[in-house]
């Protein structure tokens, strides 16, 4: 479903993806690994195209579209949702006002009371405070409430590909747990598609992926299936040096 | 909760209908009597004689004009040098009489306000109505119920009539006529606006509203308003306004007094939706007795240029002031707006909060007063500005002053100026909403504290006609 094919990126004047191919089929779940500032979070940022990652050379296409030509909200109403590493606040906008505009821009039709319980037994499932549907996005939330109210998103937005931007910084293992498998469920049930990425393996072990892909200083060093995430976790790193 | 869907439905209709109904176009309405342009003692004579007013309040329209003569004209602020005050008409009179029934109302007139909905919300949701035009108020009413507790809402000239001890105790009071130029030249020339008393202990359940229009070109505007809140009582007053769009000034200088009595509760809210030729140049001030609350909630989304920085003197012990307020300031626009809070007796706490946005080059400017005189121990105050500013053209300034005469006292200062960033656009496109929703949800976002705290069907005005602004529609 996604075909990332020979993509070279830059921010600012920095080039951070040398030629990268990559490829997700629907129901997998693809990890990418890589040490800091191996260029997985750009490529994060590509695929949803955020504006400051330029793009040089190279083509993204979900299910056969250009997903290059297409703007950030045409993108995710193609079924692109990423989970922020650090979603940003937004004072006084709830997250049921957020998703309701989003469902609307989708042409979806959900009415404001069906939303309201969806999110509310949801978020009884992850287990995060009622309280805090009621303030602002992510406006004073901890690093770990953030996180639960990213894949709560997931689930009422239900995307076909789900990013995962080191979803499992500032997360204990028990909320860790609980996420993986709200995130398992959508892509039994769904064949959600999932693009995992972290340079820890913790959280692999509930993510189990079909494949893995490494990364470092903006290319493929590795790719194969889950054994690469014990080789990693056993050697470091330095093995692609 | 179905019948509140329905309602809010409605309402929403009823603002895109009103929003869509061109109000800035002229009505054509033949006065019954236009004073000469410009302002000299003739012209006041004039007014006072037609309005048969008591000696006293000639005496005191003649003092204050030659108060305003003298004053200067304020160098801080916005740039008054537009308005030329020799080409204004002082004095406006639409109608022989107010009416008291819609249908005494001639059809020109009512029709604008059939278009902003004052008769239908009066029906609904409204405890009495003061509607004036150009200089006079064309239609006033008041709940049977309320009237019988002996609430009293009358135009200010009415008032001036049937209540002048009260009003020659009262008026001038708190805002005195050398207060500033503009409250000069209110005083000399003032014609219109509220009268209101709430005897002791009497809740006005339903807010009363004003609904102000100015009509006729180079039309200057002088409302007065004076509001007694006995002990105990409670009242909301809501105003509203809009204008024609027309290439030359107008002037629209109103003041209000108010008076909260021992343990009173008084909230004014104003929703400002001036065309960009009005300069709105207002003074408004509340005397707040012990455990008094006095409130002010403002929305300043109209007008070339508001200078506006309604009080609360803190005068008795535990007596609160509060401060809600949300600017906008679009193309070729300048809210200078902020507020006063004059702690004068112990115990005393205030707030003020106060949203601003820019956009296309406009500019909003906060201006804050918090004293605390010596004696007023244990007061608090808190100031909250928060400034949005949509683009690089515009512009925010915060100007706070604090005076503080006492030392066991608390004060709270946050001023935060912040961008749309490009972050939270990315975020929430990243959810499927196009640039312009996310930007407007943003912005609503940001309003929300305030806009809260306005009557629903208010809000839901602000919200659309900012939304309006945020996609370039009006004006």
């Known amino acids: ?241 | 909760m179905e019948e509140t869907k329905k309602l809010w439905k409605k309402l929403r209709k009823k603002v895109t209908q009103f929003m869509t109904k061109n109000l800035f176009k002229r009505d054509k309405v033949k006065y019954v009597y236009k004073s000469k342009k410009g302002l000299d003692e003739g012209v006041v004579i004039d007014i006072s004689a037609r309005k048969n007013e008591p000696k006293w309040m000639l005496q005191r329209r003649l003092d204050a004009l030659s108060l305003y003569e003298k004053m200067p004209i304020p160098k801080w602020g916005g740039d008054l040098s537009p308005i030329d005050f020799d080409d204004i008409y002082y004095y406006l009179k639409p109608v022989e009489k107010a009416g008291k029934t819609w249908e005494e109302v001639p059809d020109a007139i009512k029709n604008t306000f059939e278009k902003i909905g004052v008769p239908e919300a009066e029906r609904k949701m409204l405890a009495g109505v003061k509607s004036q035009y150009d200089s006079e108020v064309v239609y006033g009413s008041i709940k049977k119920s309320l009237a019988k507790k002996g609430v009293v809402f009358l135009s200010m000239d009415e008032g001036l009539a049937q209540y002048p001890e009260l009003v020659k105790e009262y008026w001038g009071k708190v805002v005195p006529m050398g207060d500033n130029k503009l409250a000069a030249l209110n005083s000399a020339v003032w014609s219109g606006g509220s009268f209101i008393y709430v005897p002791k202990n009497v809740e006005v359940g339903l807010p009363l509203q004003a609904y102000f229009r100015i009509n006729a070109e180079s039309a200057g505007q002088f409302e007065r308003t004076l509001i007694i809140a006995d002990e105990g009582s409670k009242l909301h007053y809501i105003e509203g306004c809009s204008a024609p769009a027309y290439s030359t000034a107008s002037l629209h200088a109103a003041v209000v007094e108010i008076f909260v009595k021992k343990g009173a509760k008084v909230q004014y809210s104003t929703v400002q939706n001036w065309y960009k030729n009005v300069y709105n140049l207002v003074t408004k001030r509340a005397w707040v007795e012990e455990e008094g609350e006095m409130r002010w909630v403002d929305g300043n989304l109209g007008s070339a240029l508001t200078m506006k920085y309604p009080a609360c003197i803190l005068a008795g012990r535990r007596a609160h002031g509060e401060m809600l307020s949300v600017a906008w300031a679009g193309k070729d626009q300048h809210q200078d707006t902020g507020a006063k809070m004059i702690h004068l007796a112990p115990e005393t706490t205030s707030q003020i909060v106060s949203k601003s946005i820019s956009k296309n080059g406009g500019r909003a400017s906060f201006r804050g007063l918090v004293q605390i005189n010596k004696g007023a121990v244990g007061s608090r105050s808190k100031v909250t500005c928060d400034a949005l500013i949509l683009d690089k053209l515009s512009r925010s300034d915060t100007y706070p002053t604090n005076k503080i005469m006492e030392e066991k006292v608390v004060l709270e200062h946050e001023a935060t100026v912040s961008r749309v960033s490009e972050e939270q656009l990315l975020y929430l496109m990243s959810r499927g909403i196009d640039e312009k929703e996310a930007e407007a949800l943003v912005v609503n976002g940001f309003m929300d504290p305030v806009v809260k705290e306005i009557p629903m069907e208010y809000a839901i005005e602000i919200n659309r006609l900012i939304n309006l602004e945020m996609q370039g529609s009006v004006g």
């Open chain 1, 1 to 241: 479903m996604l075909e990332i094919n020979n993509i070279r990126v830059q921010v600012e004047d920095k080039e951070v993806l040398n030629g990268v191919n990559l490829r997700v089929d629907r129901g997998e779940i693809v990890a990418l690994m890589g040490p800091n500032g191996s260029g997985k979070s750009s490529l994060a940022n590509t695929l949803i195209g955020n504006p400051r990652y330029r793009v040089l050379e190279g083509k993204i296409k979900l299910n056969g579209e250009d997903l290059l030509a297409m703007k950030t909200d045409e993108r995710a109403s193609k079924g692109v949702l990423m989970a922020f590493q650090q979603p940003v606040a937004i004072p006084g906008v709830t997250v049921r006002e957020m998703l309701l505009a989003a469902l609307r821009s989708d042409g979806k039709k959900m009415s404001a009371l069906e939303l309201k319980k969806m999110v509310y037994a949801e978020a009884q499932k992850l287990k995060i405070d009622e309280t805090i549907l009621t303030r602002g996005v992510n406006d004073g939330f901890s690093g770990g409430e953030k996180k639960k109210l990213e894949i709560l998103q997931m689930r009422v937005l239900k995307p076909e590909l789900l990013i995962l931007d080191e979803i499992d910084s500032g997360l204990d293992v028990d909320a860790l747990k609980l996420l993986a498998e709200s995130i398992m469920e959508m892509v039994k049930e769904e064949k959600m598609s999932v693009l995992v990425i972290t340079h820890y393996q913790k959280l692999l072990k509930y993510l189990v992926p079909d494949k893995v892909t490494v990364l470092k200083r903006g290319v493929v060093v590795d790719g194969g299936d889950k054994e690469i995430v014990e080789k990693i976790e056993k050697k470091g790193y330095a093995i692609y040096d």
